[in-house]
């Protein structure tokens, strides 16, 4: 680009960091409005998985074979080790390799 | 998760660097996809410094990404407006990440709560959230593991940016596979029983058939409030 900051740019870019700083700040603040009795309690301790199964589903659904095994050893290898560390390395090789050979 | 903790919520130090050591495993793919990501902002015109500005600020690789596709130079009220909806609904989750956060973060003041919270990412929420479950009570974890994750997103985009092309393809090393598998990892520990399995269930169910019905990436946000729910209630 010619100019190091164009001005329509840097807007978009405000425009973009005013939307995620709200999705960031804004769930917590309306918490603080919401009751906390024990059944909201049980409802917020399920909200954590219920989120990552959310985006994990969907993900190997859509995704390809190596999506799928590559998730699949993961789940083995957290098993095994208990290390998030192992997961992702197990898993991206699992993926890149079944990649590589086209499957 | 209900018992009386010991100590009072804080940020500590201690805390702070304990996050950021959680977060390593995970660095090299945020690089390479932070990298690709730079890489393909330079094609679209953007200078090394709005690629800082854009990790520095907005910090949502994927909300980043997707709104390249679509990126002008002729900014209109109504393209802003789509532009700022397009930011939302991508990461609408983190809007449920922040709200599960309440009863750990509302206890510290508010100023160190909402300027935590700007740090929020999937990982480090995702492994705070982990910390939390089993006992551990330093904000700092989160506050590190969103710094670290902060300063490696906003160098690996501009190195992508200034390095432009000859950037492998992330899919090729399976790059995309990081933080999905991150996620299995932390959600494994967190299986206790029968609630895990009712919300769990619901959740993949829903997001799974909301994700073929419903278009963009509303899918994330019903599959999860579904899920919750039927945890909240699956006592019953």
């Known amino acids: ?103 | 998760m209900t018992e009386p903790r010991p100590s009072p919520v804080r940020i500590t130090a201690a805390g702070v660097r304990m996050g950021m050591d959680a977060m390593w495993p995970l660095m090299p793919g945020i690089a390479v996809f932070g990298a690709a990501f730079g890489a393909a902002a330079a094609q679209k015109g953007f200078s090394a410094a709005e690629t800082a500005l854009s990790s520095g600020l907005v910090f949502a690789g994927l909300a980043q990404m997707v709104a390249l596709e679509g990126w002008t130079h002729n900014w209109t009220p109504a393209s802003l407006l789509a532009l700022a909806m397009l930011t939302f609904t991508v990461n609408m989750r983190h809007f449920l990440m922040a709200a599960s956060m309440r009863p750990w973060l509302g206890q510290l003041p508010g100023w160190q709560a909402y300027g935590s919270l700007l740090f929020l990412a999937d990982n480090n929420w995702a492994a705070a959230m982990r910390y939390h479950a089993h006992g551990g009570n330093d904000a700092g974890y989160f506050v590190g593991s969103g710094l670290i994750t902060w300063v490696v997103w906003l160098l690996s985009t501009v190195a992508g940016q200034v390095i432009g092309g000859g950037i492998p393809d992330p899919k090729a090393f399976a790059i995309d596979l990081v933080v999905p598998a991150f996620f299995i990892a932390m959600l494994v520990p967190n299986w206790k029983g029968r609630r895990e399995a009712v919300s769990w269930g619901v959740a993949a169910l829903v997001s799974v058939a909301a994700s073929y019905l419903v278009p963009g990436w509303w899918f994330i946000v019903i599959g999860a409030v579904a899920g919750a729910l039927a945890g909240g209630f699956a006592d019953e």
Do not use: E, Q, W
């Open chain 1, 1 to 103: 680009m010619s100019s190091a900051l164009d001005p329509g740019t840097v807007l978009a870019i405000c425009v973009m960091a005013g939307a995620t700083m709200f999705n960031r700040t804004a769930g917590f603040f309306l918490m603080r409005l919401v009751p906390v009795t024990p059944r909201v309690r049980k409802i917020l301790d399920s909200l954590p998985g219920a989120v990552l199964v959310a985006i994990v589903a969907p993900t190997a659904v859509h995704g390809d074979t190596a999506m799928a095994a590559g998730l699949a050893i993961a789940f083995i290898v957290t098993k095994l080790t208990h290390s998030d560390f192992f997961a992702v390395l197990a898993a991206v090789l699992v993926g890149a390799s079944l990649r590589y050979f086209g499957v």
